[in-house]
């Protein structure tokens, strides 16, 4: 039996970890992942979760504690946000390529210098490459989804990858919204027994993580990157089957809007609620807009993005991170780089802003349309362009 | 009725070898014959996790390994932590009816470098919260594997790559971080010291800990004739006069309770263990009086310690 009840997506999270009925929670705290380890936490006093709940010392034992009891077949889960992801960086390599499905929250976090303990997705660009399959989250709803999803998918006999699911600090994980809570018995339809087929045992003696000499790691590497593309087709089953059990459908990429419309703006994470209410304003205003919200961001969905760009002149990418000397915001090199070459591809620009828990309001969002409409007609030599931020220099030249 | 090793050793080692032959230790190296001994000590039903180091390197080369138990390395630093997960999952799948019940000791092993630099705070750690594992730390004094770099473990007046003796240099200018009194001070269950060069001891040693219920730590000390500087069959010989100068002594810490497992009524000169290795070699008399004077301080200390709180 479902209910809808009022939950915060921090704990929205920890119910669907609950759910799972996940063995071993390591965690440390850091502003803003803390409500959900200590929503865990509190399970498990209360005997309302049966799982070990191992307060580590540091992130980098967190996914290390992880990785080992993963080794022995034990469905894990940790959460963490901007620094402390920074200081597992080393860890996540070693889950990923040992083929651990570690499922990990990231609650979004800007990384230091300044200090600041607010929302932007610094810390999710700089972990891009780590092989982990990757998903953002728009409300509360999508936090308790796609956790239980990441289960589903990371532990499937054909993947057996680790999976981080990003939902913004403070702009969603202390959010209290309308959840759907599913019954127990429809989880379990959906989220089948873990069985780690490679778990350490000494009546079958494994060695696990030897070293590559130079004829053998490429190799590896390489099989590495064919295991999480062809995890793509089961992250599609993933959410066909959660659609179909649940009754909400998820995609890796999400037009909104978008059909016949000549400007596109793609956003990630929470932003994209926001920047759908200025597409309804807009387009009852007549103008020719849509939105992308970009789900699945490792493996990237290369095709499914070509197919919601299509008819398209202008692609305004809106990112939450800088990459310092490159080329604009990393979420807009990365579509650039995805649509190089198409014939008919749309205009790609890139705007960066919300960075460090600066709000991106209504009219930030009108006002980067508007722009980059204009820049579109009239040309412009900036690599990108910044939103809401003071001073004499708004875009940068390459 | 428990077992002693120490009086019944030679009827109650195993023949059988968990390390196989073909790894690729240096030829005399003293941490490969205590490991041997460790894992005869721990027998079949452990897991072990070991930090990057001599002993990963020397026995997991993609495709082959010497492991016939199971066995997972993932990095440097992080040894404590991944045995904690080992540790806690299986405690959980076993208590969920998810993994047969069994005795499976879990067990890290690590370096000098990966216990008492960078994974001290892991090691600190995995103490603090109590996990059921035993801990080995293979102390060969150095960075061997990267080339002899100097760690806070490396002796004072030793001349490493990274600490050189040079004209201006006595090489390492700082005491040995004392590692074993540091896991004491945890209030573990049990901490020791042991050395090849005594191998009932030392496999009576790992049998305990790994028997002992929350956590548990030995300090190996392991002869390393390549970054030491000594002769390929010395290496037991120098274990034994690092015991008996007062070196290294072997002792244990019981639930706080300390013993000195070899006591000599008279200890030897440090001059003895020192002049056996080409990483002392510079050192002048002078210094050695001073390393003498702070070996005969520790040891006091020790005994002062095993006097008052004796087991």
Redesign the interface.
């Known amino acids: 039996m479902s209910e809808r009840i009022g939950l915060e997506a921090s704990h929205a999270a920890a119910e669907a970890v609950k759910m799972a009925d996940v063995?071993?929670i390591?965690a440390y705290p850091i502003t803003p992942q803390t409500h959900i380890p200590e929503r865990l936490a509190e399970m498990v006093a209360d005997g309302e979760l049966?799982?070990?709940y191992?307060?580590?010392?540091?992130e980098?034992?967190?996914m290390?504690?992880?990785?080992?009891?993963?080794?022995?077949?034990?469905r894990?889960f940790t959460a963490t946000a901007g620094p402390g992801l920074e200081y597992m960086h080393?860890?996540l390599y070693?889950a990923s390529a040992?083929r651990l499905p570690v499922v990990m929250t990231v609650a979004n976090r800007a990384l230091s210098a300044p200090l600041s303990i607010w929302g932007d997705h610094s810390d999710a660009m700089s972990v891009r490459d780590t092989g982990w399959i990757q998903v953002f989250c728009q409300n509360s709803q999508e936090a308790f989804d796609m956790t239980l999803w990441a289960f589903r998918v990371g532990e499937d006999p054909g993947v057996l990858l680790p999976v981080m699911v990003h939902f913004d600090g403070f702009h969603l994980t202390h959010v209290t919204e309308p959840v759907i809570l599913p019954g127990q018995e429809e989880v379990d339809k959906f989220l089948p027994?873990f069985r780690y087929p490679f778990a350490?045992?000494?009546d079958?003696?494994?060695?696990?993580?030897?070293?590559?000499?130079p004829d053998?790691y490429s190799e590896?590497k390489v099989a590495q990157e064919v295991a999480i593309r062809k995890s793509k087709a089961v992250v599609i089953q993933g959410f066909r089957e959660f659609g179909e059990i649940f009754g909400r459908y998820y995609y890796p990429v999400e037009p909104y809007k978008t059909e016949g419309a000549k400007t596109l703006l793609l956003t990630m994470g929470s932003f994209s609620e926001t920047a759908k209410t200025v597409i309804d304003t807009k387009k009852d205003r007549g103008e020719s807009v849509g939105l992308i919200n970009l789900r699945l961001w490792r493996p990237f969905p290369f095709e499914e993005l070509r197919q919601a760009v299509k008819g398209a002149e202008t692609l305004i990418i809106f990112d939450r991170c800088i990459s310092f000397g490159g080329p604009g915001g990393p979420v807009s090199s990365e579509i650039r780089s995805a649509l190089y070459g198409e014939k008919e591809g749309p205009e790609v620009l890139s705007f960066i802003g919300g960075l460090g828990g600066r709000d991106m309001s209504a009219k930030d969002f009108e006002y980067v349309i508007d722009r980059g409409c204009e820049i579109a007609q009239k040309g412009s030599a900036e690599l990108f362009e910044t939103v809401g931020i003071r001073g004499e220099v708004t875009g940068i030249r390459g | 009725m428990k077992e002693n090793l120490i009086q019944f050793g030679k009827n109650l080692v195993t023949t059988e070898e968990f390390l196989a032959e073909g790894h690729t230790f240096c030829t005399g190296c003293g941490e490969a014959l205590a490991l041997r001994l460790a894992c005869k000590a721990l027998g079949r039903n452990v897991i072990i996790s070991n930090a990057t180091g001599c002993t990963e390197v020397c026995t997991s080369p993609l495709p082959v390994t010497s492991w016939r138990v199971p066995w997972i390395h993932t990095l440097f630093e992080n040894t404590a932590a991944t045995v904690s997960g080992i540790e806690a999952g299986l405690k959980i799948l076993m208590k969920k009816g998810k993994t047969p019940e069994k005795d499976i000791k879990c067990v890290a092993v690590a370096g000098d470098g990966g216990t008492t630099d960078i994974g001290i705070q892991a090691l600190s750690g995995a103490f603090e919260r109590n996990h059921d594992f035993l801990y080995l730390c293979f102390d060969n004094e150095a960075y061997m594997n990267t080339g002899i770099q100097r760690s806070s473990a490396t002796p004072y007046g030793a001349s490493t790559t990274t600490a050189p003796a040079g004209k201006l240099s006595i090489g390492q200018t700082t005491w040995k971080k004392n590692l074993p009194e540091i896991a004491a001070a945890h209030n573990i269950p049990y901490a020791a010291t042991a050395s090849p060069s005594y191998p009932f001891d030392l496999m009576n040693k790992v049998k305990k800990g790994a028997d002992v219920k929350g956590p548990a730590y030995v300090h190996i000390f392991s002869p390393c004739p390549t970054g030491w500087r000594h002769a390929t069959d010395l290496a037991i010989e120098i274990g034994r006069l690092a015991v008996e100068t007062g070196i290294f002594p072997l002792y244990e810490v019981e639930n706080g309770r300390y013993k000195l497992n070899v006591d000599r009524p008279k200890l030897k000169p440090v001059k003895e263990y020192l002049r056996t290795q080409g990483r002392f070699r510079h050192l002048l008399d002078e210094e050695i009086i001073r390393i003498q004077e702070h070996v005969d301080e520790e040891y006091a200390k020790l005994k002062a310690k095993i006097t008052c709180f004796a087991s």
Request: one cysteine or more; aromatic letters at 2%.
């Open positions: 063995d071993v390591a049966n799982a070990a191992v307060p580590v010392e540091s980098h034992s967190a290390s504690t992880c990785v080992g009891a993963a080794a022995v077949g034990a894990t080393n860890v070693i040992m027994k350490l045992d000494p079958k003696p494994m060695t696990l993580g030897a070293f590559a000499p053998i590896a």
